[in-house]
């Protein structure tokens, strides 16, 4: 059955294409950590310590979790673009189904597995007693939105591949937003306490889902209904799996970078421990619109390469580049400046303050050493170029582990930041050592 295509059309890339993108995430990425620090306020007003651990580990847990699985996101916007960028509706909407079938499936195993993440995980985590009762809570309700917070994964990967970057930051606006005021209202006005924090984390995902599914049918009619061939394609799913597969190998080694970093900084003591987490704040700041530059890349080099366009792919690689450089540039210069205030906003302990200060400029670089990282993953991810991507983060994840155990044992500490940046900085320009090669046979049919 024949279904109606879009014409090919010349894309065009300039500085207002990506940055309609990327702005729009940005803005997303920001809304994040609001609901983090609401949540905490909200459960540091029952006046329990143990309660507010309980959250603590239970949230660590989930993003933990999510993150995991965030490559739904990825791989829907990748995929979503192509076919966009070839012109194929029926294949747009089939990525979207099947991506939404596969969150579904993961999202049905994590509740399967509910009993052992409920009562295992915060035990795994080093909680005990009240602080693990506390933890229990929070999971067991809120482990309920599993399937939907992964369909909210592959719905927002689904309207930024299609480059409707003010549509996915309404829908994480609405999610986070929601989430908030259900939390406020039934952890603190009704009492719930940790129990209410969950549920509105619970109501607010059940909601965007709603409103983003609402939002599909209302914006694609008849087009967008699932049909039982979209989701019997082997060999389409199949490259959905090793899409997915390869982000998630991608993802696990940089949770893993990450992991050997707060592990070997507890070997230094609480306060270099406490000083490390204070200056990471530094590189989440900088990954909010280096992870936007990076959506932006995903989407236009996705829709150039479903479309055969070199010069549209070159030039969003150029542009992209050009503002994650700049923009890392700035926030050296403005960390470098203003490090030590927001050192002092962070935390009032006069020790872990003067030690965060004098490590202040490893972790301001590493909003450039990570710039060609987020945004050649994003240029790799919208190519579908994921064995690629896997492989150069695995050289990558092994050069770290070399410079953790050269740099580590003679500088401490600062060897430890040292590091971080060589990390970061090797998964940039591994990446783009293999640009030139993966464009020219992309694009060698096309020519």
């Given at each position: 059955?024949?279904?109606?295509?879009?014409?090919?059309?010349?894309?065009?890339?300039?500085?207002?294409?990506?940055?309609?993108?990327?702005?729009?995430?940005?803005?997303?990425?920001?809304?994040?950590?609001?609901?983090?620090?609401?949540?905490?306020?909200?459960?540091?007003?029952?006046?329990?310590?143990?309660?507010?651990?309980?959250?603590a580990?239970?949230a660590?847990?989930?993003?933990l979790?999510?993150?995991s699985?965030?490559?739904?996101?990825?791989?829907t916007?990748?995929?979503?673009?192509?076919?966009?960028?070839?012109?194929?509706?029926?294949?747009?909407?089939?990525?979207?189904?099947?991506?939404?079938?596969?969150?579904?499936?993961?999202?049905?195993?994590?509740?399967?597995?509910?009993?052992?993440?409920?009562?295992?995980?915060?035990?795994?985590?080093?909680?005990?007693?009240?602080?693990?009762?506390?933890?229990?809570?929070?999971?067991?309700?809120?482990?309920?939105?599993?399937?939907?917070?992964?369909?909210?994964?592959?719905?927002?990967?689904?309207?930024?591949?299609?480059?409707?970057?003010?549509?996915?930051?309404?829908?994480?606006?609405?999610?986070?937003?929601?989430?908030?005021?259900?939390?406020?209202?039934?952890?603190?006005?009704?009492?719930?306490?940790?129990?209410?924090?969950?549920?509105?984390?619970?109501?607010?995902?059940?909601?965007?889902?709603?409103?983003?599914?609402?939002f599909v049918?209302?914006?694609?009619?008849?087009?967008?209904?699932?049909?039982?061939?979209?989701?019997?394609?082997?060999a389409?799913?199949?490259?959905?799996?090793?899409?997915?597969?390869?982000i998630?190998?991608?993802?696990?080694?940089?949770?893993?970078?990450?992991?050997?970093?707060?592990?070997?900084g507890?070997?230094?003591?609480?306060i270099?421990?406490?000083?490390?987490?204070?200056l990471m704040?530094?590189?989440?700041?900088?990954?909010?619109?280096?992870?936007?530059?990076?959506?932006?890349?995903?989407q236009?080099?996705?829709?150039?390469?479903?479309?055969?366009?070199r010069?549209?792919?070159?030039?969003?690689?150029?542009?992209?580049?050009?503002w994650?450089?700049?923009?890392a540039?700035?926030?050296?210069?403005?960390?470098?400046?203003?490090?030590?205030?927001i050192?002092?906003?962070i935390?009032?302990?006069?020790?872990v303050?003067?030690?965060?200060?004098?490590?202040?400029?490893?972790?301001?670089?590493?909003?450039?050493?990570?710039?060609?990282?987020?945004?050649?993953?994003?240029v790799?991810?919208?190519?579908?170029?994921?064995?690629?991507?896997?492989?150069?983060?695995?050289?990558?994840?092994?050069?770290?582990?070399?410079?953790?155990?050269?740099?580590?044992?003679?500088?401490?500490?600062?060897?430890?930041?040292?590091a971080?940046?060589?990390?970061?900085?090797?998964?940039?320009?591994?990446?783009?050592?293999?640009?030139?090669?993966?464009?020219?046979?992309?694009?060698?049919?096309?020519?």
């Amino acid at each position: 059955m024949s279904h109606p295509s879009i014409p090919s059309r010349h894309i065009e890339v300039s500085h207002r294409s990506v940055l309609a993108i990327a702005v729009p995430m940005t803005l997303g990425f920001v809304t994040t950590p609001l609901l983090g620090l609401t949540d905490t306020a909200v459960v540091g007003r029952s006046g329990s310590a143990e309660a507010l651990a309980g959250l603590a580990i239970a949230a660590a847990l989930f993003d933990l979790l999510f993150a995991s699985l965030n490559f739904l996101r990825a791989s829907t916007t990748a995929l979503v673009a192509q076919a966009q960028g070839r012109g194929e509706t029926d294949e747009l909407f089939a990525v979207f189904w099947r991506s939404i079938a596969l969150s579904v499936g993961f999202g049905l195993l994590i509740l399967l597995m509910a009993p052992l993440i409920i009562h295992g995980g915060p035990v795994l985590m080093g909680a005990s007693g009240d602080v693990q009762t506390a933890a229990a809570t929070y999971i067991g309700i809120r482990i309920f939105a599993a399937p939907v917070t992964l369909c909210n994964f592959t719905l927002l990967g689904f309207v930024l591949g299609r480059g409707l970057g003010s549509v996915g930051l309404a829908l994480q606006l609405l999610l986070n937003g929601v989430n908030i005021a259900m939390s406020i209202l039934l952890g603190i006005t009704f009492g719930y306490g940790i129990a209410g924090v969950a549920w509105g984390t619970v109501i607010g995902e059940t909601i965007a889902l709603l409103a983003g599914l609402g939002f599909v049918f209302w914006r694609y009619g008849a087009a967008a209904f699932p049909r039982m061939s979209m989701l019997t394609d082997g060999a389409k799913l199949m490259a959905l799996f090793r899409l997915n597969r390869d982000i998630l190998i991608r993802t696990f080694s940089l949770i893993t970078a990450f992991t050997v970093m707060t592990r070997i900084g507890s070997g230094f003591g609480a306060i270099t421990l406490a000083a490390n987490a204070v200056l990471m704040n530094f590189f989440m700041i900088a990954s909010f619109y280096l992870d936007g530059m990076a959506t932006a890349a995903e989407q236009i080099v996705g829709e150039a390469v479903g479309a055969r366009q070199r010069k549209a792919f070159v030039k969003a690689v150029q542009l992209t580049g050009l503002w994650s450089f700049g923009l890392a540039v700035a926030s050296v210069f403005f960390f470098l400046a203003f490090g030590n205030a927001i050192i002092g906003f962070i935390t009032t302990a006069g020790d872990v303050r003067a030690l965060a200060e004098n490590y202040l400029p490893y972790a301001a670089l590493t909003a450039l050493t990570g710039a060609l990282a987020f945004q050649m993953d994003g240029v790799f991810i919208g190519a579908t170029w994921s064995s690629e991507m896997r492989n150069m983060m695995i050289l990558a994840l092994l050069g770290y582990l070399a410079s953790v155990a050269a740099l580590v044992p003679p500088l401490g500490n600062h060897g430890l930041w040292i590091a971080l940046n060589v990390f970061l900085a090797l998964r940039g320009l591994l990446l783009l050592s293999r640009l030139k090669a993966k464009t020219d046979q992309t694009f060698a049919a096309s020519q």
